[in-house]
């Protein structure tokens, strides 16, 4: 169990340097985009980026996700080849198929033949790129995985600059620097990994490509059901309620979305790990001492953040978003319980059980959807946030219940109810945002964290003043 926590300690830094880096050069981009898109180009750009996210998963069957942890159960030479070489095989094919009908609705939509043409080329690289990334993870190479995103992101960043600042290019500039960026990344991972040698056509097989989409498919509902849940809320908020309330919501969404991208990181090596658990034979009590203590470990966080969550109001959300605030407690729910969905989703993933995943994952998009529209005339604002909140606790209260049958996880429920309550308590601490309220805020957040994650704090200090 020392291997894993250890194993699961170092994917997490070595995948953590891989995604903060290119959201450190992503802030870079920014004023690139701004500076030389109009806002109808930037409005366009974003729309392709969320039509990306919808139209990805449908190509691709999720096929990298079940390539990923087929590759990570085999010690084979043979049986790695197959996996390799039958995802990719399909890719190719199914991008064949689809993207001309891609083209000609893009077509259909007014958007003129270059355009069209370019963003397929975009929807194919993202795609390929995708793929790739998950296969050497698969075959144990994530320091080289991280190092191909950071090769994306920074080829990213050159093109932009040459393409939209020096050449002119516009929004056409900006497409073309995305796709190079997958390409560069896509040919850095197949190098460093090596994975050609597990390609060969003569490797294809035809149950190995089934096996693969009897496990990728059902996350496929998953995703679109994600999708629908991300752009559900500020559909609602615009048709109810405007666009200037979409604002506030937007920036709301701001400091727990900090979280929801730290906590993904995380979330990247939990999925490895909770799969080599399972291999590994008896995973159940590593499940179980893992979840009490990441349970404590981000309650403390929670506690933290909303305690600092005035503060960094104060410094870094500017001009008349006040109404913002009071929607923070109720998303900070929404992002903690989100967590744990993450957690059982590694769990699910470890066993093949992604049809249950995809069940729960729509049931969620279903109430966040029915939530939001029953309650947004009645509280406004605050549907989307309960939506989302409760949508979220449904998920992992039924993932964590439908878990019991494959693997049985023991919980310290007074554990878990202390800390529930601390939150809570410290979510209406902020809500009320007066000076003792927010006094109680840093003493809960400095208590829980002293009482539950004193060992583990101190454990960092000593490695820290130690190297």
């Not at 030389?36 to 096929?63: C, H, M, R």
């Not at 809570?424 to 809960?444: E, H, K, Q, R, T």
Request: hydrophobic fraction near 55%.
């Amino acid at each position: 169990m020392a291997d894993r926590n250890k194993e699961l300690a170092v994917n997490t830094v070595i995948l953590g340097i891989g995604q903060l880096v290119p959201k450190f050069l992503a802030i870079i981009l920014l004023p690139l985009l701004t500076a030389y898109l109009t806002k109808e180009e930037y409005g366009n750009y974003d729309l392709i980026l969320s039509f990306a996210s919808l139209l990805i998963p449908v190509v691709t069957l999720q096929i990298q996700q079940a390539v990923f942890r087929h590759l990570l159960a085999s010690s084979d030479f043979e049986d790695k080849s197959k996996y390799v070489t039958s995802s990719l095989l399909y890719l190719l094919v199914s991008s064949v198929v689809f993207y001309p009908v891609v083209f000609i609705i893009l077509l259909l939509l007014g958007i003129d033949c270059k355009s069209g043409l370019l963003i397929c080329l975009l929807f194919w690289g993202e795609a390929m790129y995708n793929l790739i990334g998950q296969i050497a993870r698969g075959l144990g190479y994530n320091a080289r995985y991280s190092a191909g995103v950071i090769v994306y992101s920074t080829a990213n960043l050159i093109c932009t600059a040459i393409l939209l600042v020096i050449f002119g290019f516009g929004l056409s500039g900006v497409i073309i620097s995305l796709t190079l960026g997958y390409v560069c990344a896509d040919i850095f991972m197949i190098i460093s990994s090596g994975m050609l040698k597990y390609f060969s056509i003569r490797k294809f097989d035809k149950n190995a490509l089934k096996e693969l989409l009897s496990f990728s498919v059902p996350i496929v509902p998953s995703s679109i059901a994600l999708w629908i849940v991300n752009l559900s809320d500020r559909l609602i908020i615009i048709y109810f309620m405007g666009a200037a309330a979409n604002g506030i919501y937007a920036v709301a969404n701001k400091i727990p979305g900090l979280y929801s991208t730290v906590y993904g990181i995380f979330n990247l090596a939990w999925t490895e790990t909770a799969s080599r658990v399972k291999d590994d034979g008896n995973p159940s009590n590593y499940y179980a001492k893992l979840f009490d203590g990441l349970f404590n470990f981000l309650i403390g966080v929670m506690l933290l953040m909303i305690a600092l969550t005035p503060l960094a109001f104060m410094i870094l959300v500017k001009g008349d978003y006040g109404h913002a605030m009071y929607q923070v407690p109720i998303l900070y729910f929404g992002v903690f319980f989100n967590s744990f969905v993450n957690f059982y989703s590694g769990i699910y993933i470890a066993f093949k059980r992604t049809k249950q995943m995809g069940y729960s994952s729509v049931m969620g998009a279903v109430l966040n959807a029915v939530i939001n529209i029953t309650l947004i005339s009645k509280i406004g604002l605050y549907a989307a946030s309960v939506s989302t909140a409760l949508s979220f606790m449904v998920i992992a209260l039924y993932r964590a219940y439908d878990l019991r049958n494959v693997v049985k996880i023991d919980y310290s429920f007074k554990n878990i109810a202390a800390g529930i309550f601390c939150f809570v308590l410290s979510g209406v601490c902020l809500y009320l945002n007066s000076i003792p309220a927010m006094i109680i805020c840093w003493v809960l957040a400095a208590a829980y964290n002293i009482l539950k994650n004193r060992t583990m704090m101190l454990a960092i200090i000593k490695k820290f003043i130690k190297k």
